[in-house]
């Protein structure tokens, strides 16, 4: 059983989608990275 989770998670930049549909899980000792295209 994860500790930290997220499923279908949406961002938006004004009408810009950032991304869409996200889930996630992560269990202790775990690390979570999101990066850009840009590398940002």
């Avoid at 059983?1 to 930049?13: E, I, P, Q």
Wanted: proline share 2%; charged share 20%; glycine share 16%.
């Amino acid at each position: 059983m994860a500790v930290f989770s997220g499923s279908d998670l949406t961002c938006l930049r004004g009408e810009r989608l950032v991304f869409g549909k996200l889930s996630f899980a992560a269990n202790p000792g775990d690390a979570i990275m999101l990066r850009g295209r840009n590398g940002a």
